[in-house]
């Protein structure tokens, strides 16, 4: 069995996986939209930079897919795919309500300005300064963001030695980092306020911010980044036959796959912040928990169906398609059956869910290796 | 991997999750379990659905893995069994398994620690009353009840208001207990939106510092706003027995929106009391010579190794975490093992 | 008491049955499971036919809104349960022979009180045509 895994997308969370896979001495052929960050030089990495996925066939085992690099054509054949695209970062003003004014800064504006040796704007640092770092401003900022711009205000506090608050609405500690973080801050003096609903002014005189004590005054606003799901994760996705959530992240919100990070495909799977809100530990964990999805896969002799499966009795078939349109697997095709063509299901592909069976308005699928008693099954009525 | 074999004592859904990563990719497992039956203290978590939507607490994600580790050829399960005397030997570590007094020398090329946690104990905050009131409760008690008594049982109670108190016994520097659990926001808002949905003329107050709401499936908090749930930001003082209604409690606190203390009555006060080290975390740590965190959570130093090569620790044992984040945790720290198999094995 | 058939798909209702049974339950003389792998395999067939075979009443189990693993199973189970309730009463039969459950993994102990009740309700009386 051939035991390339392809991982789509050029983010951290991909660079992990791909390292987690290389430890497993697995082929990894990594694909991203964007140049590729430094990753292990290794003979079982082929990197595709600056290349997009452009069709995409076959199933679990053997999928093919061709990409799109000028000047040239690649195809890859992979047993499996990992999806690890990330996020985006939406920039500062992208929201109208945020008003645009030199004292608001994104993280990043402020980031450069702190290791610029000089001031860079008119507003200079300075040891009587108050600086104002808003989490959660007009909607909930990611897990990264919010310990980024943590960071961000501790160190200025460090370098500037100013006078540093932080605004925020539900102040998120659930994790180790996260919880010493925020009690090194307070030592150090930070104080930390709740937001009310009202947003930022800005004026001349200063930035003013409604907080549930009152209104703090300061000289600057800094605004943490606002995740959201990256722009081009509904293409690839119907390249991928996988679904998306209704916030636009990959795959439904379901229970039973969102945290394992399984697609409704067998041999795809998600990792990191494509699927899921996390922090860079978060992200590292959730790499490994893909290679492991892949390792389990892949560490069988050769994939087995499962034991229930659907079949097409070919003849009775009349092309309607409704099976194809009702698997949540993608589990259906048309295919040749020597001179007619009718609806075939891919055995490594199906899951045994039924739901195919059921819809299709001939009763022409059964059910293989279903212990259903034929007493329950016989048409009687009707 | 043939001839190797690793050891994982406790057999909650975190040492369920990693014998099952492991014996999938072929290594022999032999997985421990105190007490007689597996799944730890899942086995007290209820679902938490509300009008025919799953609330995603994770509930779903463990009889699957309990019933496909009992039928995995590769895991041995040891039930009312644990182990002692583990001593490193060359490349592998010897021990002995003991079940019901008999003792066993056995070996393995690795250990995992997946021991679990401890409730915390309502009375260790002794102004909330738990123990001398009776309709003070803690989030434990409800969840066990809604899985042993089915959903139904809080229905014909005539419960009018509800509080829940957040934070109860973690977040609390002063205690020594600067933790957070991590896990009772999630499930104190869900159950919450639960009793809210099966006893509609229910008015439900929630008592928090923060609540931790990032991820995805954080749509629980916003849709409990929206249900009329309300929240008030800070913890009350004291619960004491109502003088007008003794079968009520009072609940004194701080109202930041009027900066005055107010005392306001309820039929229950849920605690949602979280995730403390196990009372015996002290004698796992030294069984296996690893090192613990300054609460008492075994220390990590990356993800899942522990301070000693070979050992590694899954779950709640090293931090508190939600079933599916055990779940990946211990997926880690069965890869990091199994890298570790490899380098060691030749 | 009644004969009854539960037909559940077997990742909530089979779970939540076998934990049952780990506690030395037994399932009722009369009570037949009848596992399916998925909610979305439920055929209205399969209904029809467990009345005509005996049973009194039906309960159908799938799991709940996104915690199904093939993301919709129950909602197919749930319409062809209405589908079959309106085959029911157009035939003057009596729609609460059939009853329709969700249920997760972990609620053995609803699935238990449910069973219960079903097997000792009075038995539906063939009504008239409107
Ligand atoms: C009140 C409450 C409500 C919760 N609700 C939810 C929820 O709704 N959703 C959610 O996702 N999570 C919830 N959780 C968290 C959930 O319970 C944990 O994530 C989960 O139980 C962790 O599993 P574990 O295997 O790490 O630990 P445990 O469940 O504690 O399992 C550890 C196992 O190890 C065994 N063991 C311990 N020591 C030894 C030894 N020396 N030798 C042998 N065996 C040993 C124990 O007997 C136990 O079976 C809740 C937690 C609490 C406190
Ligand atoms: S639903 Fe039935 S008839 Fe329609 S394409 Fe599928 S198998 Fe053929
Ligand atoms: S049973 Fe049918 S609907 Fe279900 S996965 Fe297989 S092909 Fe798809
Ligand atoms: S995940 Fe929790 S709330 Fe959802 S169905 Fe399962 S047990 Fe119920
Ligand atoms: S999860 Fe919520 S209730 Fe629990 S300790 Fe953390 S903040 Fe407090």
Partial sequence: MNKTVAVLGGSADAGWVVEELLALSYSVAWVGQEDLPDSPRSDGLRAYPRSRVSAVSGCVGSFRLELSAPPERAVIDAAAIIVAMGNQRLPLGADARIPAHPRVLSTQVLAERLSAPRQISGIAPAQRQHILFALDMLELSGKQAVVETLELALRTHDTWHCEVSVLYRELQVDSDLLESLTRTMREQGIVFHRLQDALPVVDDSGVHVKHADGVLDGDLLVIAPVVRPRSDSAELAGLLRIALGADGYFQQLNVRSYRPGLSNRKGIYLAGRCHLDADDAGARADAAQAAANVAILLGQDHLQPETVIAEVGSTKCIRCLTCIRTCPHAAVELAAYGQVTAAKVVELACFGCGACAANCPVRAITMKGIDVPVWLQEAALV | MPNTSVVIIGGGISGVAAALNLAQRGVAVDLVEREPRLGGNTLDVCCKAVNGQCQHCGGCLVAERLRAVCAEPLVTVHLSSTITNIQPAGDTFSYQLVTANVKQAKSARAVIAATGFDHIDARTKGPYGYGALSMVITGEDMERRLRAEGQSVYDCAVLRDVAFIQCVGSRDEHANRGWCSQVCCRYAVRLARLLGARSPQTNITIFKMDIQTAGRDSQAFALAQQEGIRFICGLPAVVRRSEKDSAKAALLFDDINTGQFRTNEFDLVVLATGIEPRSDALQLAETLGVERNRFGFLASQDGAALSIPGIFAAGCCQSPRSISESIVHATAAAEACYRYLQEHTQ | ?130
């Fill in chain 3, 1 to 130: 008491m009644n004969k009854l058939v539960i037909i559940g798909c077997d990742r909530s209702a089979g779970e939540a049955l076998r934990s049952l049974q780990e506690t030395g339950y037994c399932l009722p003389e009369g009570v037949i499971y009848q596992p399916l792998p998925c909610g979305g395999s439920l055929d209205v067939l399969h209904v029809l036919r467990a009345l005509e075979s005996g049973a009194e009443r039906v309960l159908v189990l799938s799991c709940y809104a996104d915690a199904c693993r093939s993301f919709n199973g129950n909602t197919w189970a749930e319409k062809r349960t209405a589908a079959a309730q309106a085959l029911l009463t157009e035939a003057g039969l009596g729609q609460e022979r059939i009853t329709y459950r969700q249920v997760s993994p972990n609620m053995s102990a609803d699935l238990g009180a449910w069973i219960h009740t079903l097997i000792n309700l009075e038995p539906v009386e063939a009504q008239d045509r409107a």
